[in-house]
């Protein structure tokens, strides 16, 4: 099916906010983008949507073929839609957040990321690409509310203890 319309219209893309408890540490999944705009430079996982697939099945989807890690369970973040976000074009971005806390998932970067890597959270790369840093603010700040709500025990399985271990590390 082609589509045609008389008026420009943003680009939608997804992205993955994925975070990793281990022991005492947080840590989040970034990739190292391999073209411009911003080669190079680490940015959350994410890409295009595709035209027959859902926002969840694209956050997914760009995931598995970024890192090689499979999740199901996502919780949306929020829209990023400021002008200049992106400068190839008009793209407004839906981010998701999940939190895993088994085992290290071993992560490799392929696809359009030239590498993949858990990062601790109070170690992130300087620059990140597009307005990533703002969506990784805005996932703490949903990550705390599941926390003080207690509902990061049935979405993410953590126990008290972690809650207290993950809480430490949003907050900072």
Known sequence: MSYTYQYPR??????????H???EKLYLLLVQRKKDPFADHWAL???????????????????????????K???????????????RHRTI????????????????GADDAADARWYPVDELPDTLAFDHYEI????K???????????AQED???NESEIEKVQKHVNS
Request: net charge negative; charged share 30%; aromatic share 8%.
């Open 10 to 19: 943003p680009a939608v893309t997804v992205d993955a906010v994925v975070y």
């Open 21 to 23: 408890l281990e022991e």
């Open 45 to 71: 996982p994410g890409g295009f949507l595709e035209m027959d697939e859902s926002p969840e099945a694209a956050v997914q989807r760009e995931l598995k073929e970024e890192t090689g890690l499979v999740i």
């Open 73 to 87: 369970d996502f919780f949306q973040i929020g829209t990023f839609g400021a002008p200049g976000r992106d400068p």
């Open 93 to 108: 971005s839906i981010a998701y957040l999940s939190l895993v806390k088994d085992n290290m998932k071993e992560v490799k």
């Open 136 to 139: 990784i603010e805005k996932s």
């Open 141 to 151: 700040e949903l990550l705390n509310i599941k926390l003080k709500i207690g509902q």
């Open 156 to 158: 993410f399985g953590l």
